[in-house]
């Protein structure tokens, strides 16, 4: 099985996960249509209550087979590697019958506890998915440990394509028989495609364990062999932290659920106007997931090669991968961020998403904190420091549930009271994590000297995007102001912005060679040349 470097494994992954998010951003505005704002919403409160028990699921362990098994590749324990992920595997599929019972079972009370009766029938309907993700989670970080991305980013495009399909279809066929049952139209689609996905991933280890792939390779000499027990240890030790950390940030996400439906209603609003302000939040959410998700990719190449560099105590390695990381992170996250935040109407307008763009005007910035505080989890992670992740963690959503709890209910602020929350959320962990990272490597990381020169570059663009979308816009008008002339305006824009960011890159000395290896060659194509040549 063929492993990849840190760069061109997280340009694999990041372009599976752009291409996913990218389906499922198109699919929203579809799943709207046929659901409504109302059924926007309930499908919404349903998958926040999913998508806790997924993590509390698939959080920990996956993150631990693929540390695990990077760190023992790195000293040459290649059968131990192995014997890892079947342990693992096995682990996460017992865990996965025992949670996708209890969600059956905890359906009505869950959907209770959250204000959210109504969503009963799609917490029920999404229970098979848990299973079915906790086998792809096992295959997928076995491959990603190996530093093979390659079926990660397949199966996460099939599943999302099925889901797609499946959701719409089920979700127009049920609606017939009212709300409540035609909500639980997407959940279907949520378990079909990830089952489709770990079918894949099965079929494509078994293709490839009948070629020698993972059981030709010997043992360096020398190397001592780990017990099922010790190995067994090793994962709980890795997994519990991270279930900790993301459970807790999940379960921050339902008290949240709770809270801003509560709150807004403390303010003043109807039930029915709290679930339509919450259904804006969810799509504000969602198109946030997109570069979101390219953080997590760089997050999952990245850990394997700290956690090697950690093994092998190549100090200089993990130094370079670490500021690696972060100005990888602060390049994707900033220009995103701007570009969310000039673009926020006419994205919402083209997506067709409907009323809540205003909640992106003033929460793209949020983007940038949360991106930051993923790849310093990551960081955590990968030299050890698995329980500082998980307290600094807890204590960012302890404040982020407070400072919600606040302002939601101030008629003035509302639901953008969930970005002030979020915002000092994510904050306080930040100034933490970075503190424990530069203790630990003996120097010092500054923040803001990394970002200097791509917010520079960012904030340039989004000056000419903005004057570009206008001059389009004003052109689109003149030309009918259609939808197609509309959307064209806003795709232009976005296409002008990636030039604009690059050029404002080259213009400050914030880009390197190296950092284009993150790009697939096909894509360089489309860079100029004379730009190319000024990229030392």
């Known amino acids: 099985m063929k492993e990849q470097s840190t760069s061109k494994g997280f340009a694999i992954l990041s372009a599976g996960t752009v291409l996913v998010k990218i389906i499922s951003l198109l699919y929203i505005p579809m799943l709207r249509a046929v659901l409504g704002d109302e059924g926007y919403g309930i499908f919404g409160a349903a998958y926040q209550v999913y998508v806790f028990v997924y993590v509390i699921t698939n959080s920990g362990i996956p993150v631990a087979i693929s540390k695990l098994v990077s760190e023992l590749n790195a000293v040459g324990n290649y059968r131990d590697a192995l014997k890892s992920f079947r342990l693992s595997r096995m682990m996460l ?54 530093k093979n991305m390659i079926p990660t980013a397949v199966s996460q495009v099939s599943e999302q394509v099925a889901n797609t399909v499946f959701a719409l279809i089920f979700s127009a066929y049920l609606m017939r028989y009212g709300l409540e049952v035609g909500c639980t139209g997407a959940p279907i689609g949520t378990s079909i495609g990830a089952l489709i996905s770990a079918g894949f991933l099965v079929y494509y280890f078994e293709k490839n364990r009948k070629k020698g792939a993972f059981t030709g390779r010997k043992n360096e000499p020398g190397v001592r062999r780990i017990s099922n027990g010790q190995l067994v240890r ?6 519990l932290p991270i279930t900790i950390c993301v459970g807790m940030t999940y379960a921050g996400n339902l008290v949240d659920l709770y809270n801003t439906k509560v709150r807004l ?32 990719s760089l997050a999952a190449a990245i850990l394997p090669a700290l956690s090697a560099a950690a093994a092998v105590r190549d100090k200089a390695q993990l130094r370079d991968k ?90 003035e602020i509302n639901i953008l009271g969930a970005v002030i929350g979020s915002t000092l959320g994510y904050t306080v962990p930040i100034l933490l994590n ?47 102001g259609n939808y197609v002339f509309e959307s064209l305006a806003v795709v232009v824009s976005v ?42």
Do not use: W
Request: charged share 10%.
């Open 93 to 146: 599929m017992a865990l996965g019958i025992l949670m996708s019972l209890l969600l059956v079972v905890m359906a009505g009370p869950l959907s209770k506890a959250v204000h959210f009766e109504k969503a009963y029938l799609s917490v029920m309907a999404l229970a098979p998915a848990i299973l079915f993700t906790s086998v792809a989670s096992a295959y997928r970080g076995y491959f990603q440990g190996s």
């Open 234 to 239: 090793k994962i709980i030790y890795y997994s």
């Open 265 to 296: 209603m403390a303010g003043g609003i109807d039930e029915t106007q709290a679930t339509i302000l919450y259904g804006y939040l969810t799509k504000y959410q969602q198109l946030m997931n997109v570069p979101i998700a390219i953080i997590s």
């Open 322 to 411: 670490i500021n690696y990381s972060l100005r990888v992170c602060l390049l994707i996250a900033l220009p995103c961020a701007v570009g969310l935040g000039v673009l926020g109407d006419p994205v919402y307008e083209m997506l067709k998403f409907g009323k809540g763009s205003f909640i992106m005007a003033y929460g793209s910035a949020v983007l940038i904190l949360l991106s930051v505080m993923q790849i310093q989890s990551t960081i955590l992670q990968g030299i050890g420091k698995l329980y500082v992740a998980t307290v600094f963690s807890v204590m960012g959503i302890i404040v982020k549930i407070g400072v919600n709890y606040f302002t939601i209910s101030i008629p």
């Open 434 to 480: 970075q503190r424990i990272i530069n203790r630990t490597l003996k120097g010092r990381i500054r923040l803001f000297s990394v970002a200097a020169k791509p917010a520079a570059a960012a904030l340039l663009m989004g000056a000419l995007v903005f004057v570009t979308h206008g001059l389009l816009g004003m052109a689109a008008a003149a030309a009918g």
């Open 495 to 536: 296409i002008a912005g990636a030039y604009y960011y690059l050029a404002g890159l080259v213009l400050t000395k914030g880009v390197t060679s190296r950092d284009l290896n993150m790009i697939p060659a096909r894509f360089k194509r489309f860079i100029p040349k004379y730009l190319l040549g000024k990229i030392a």
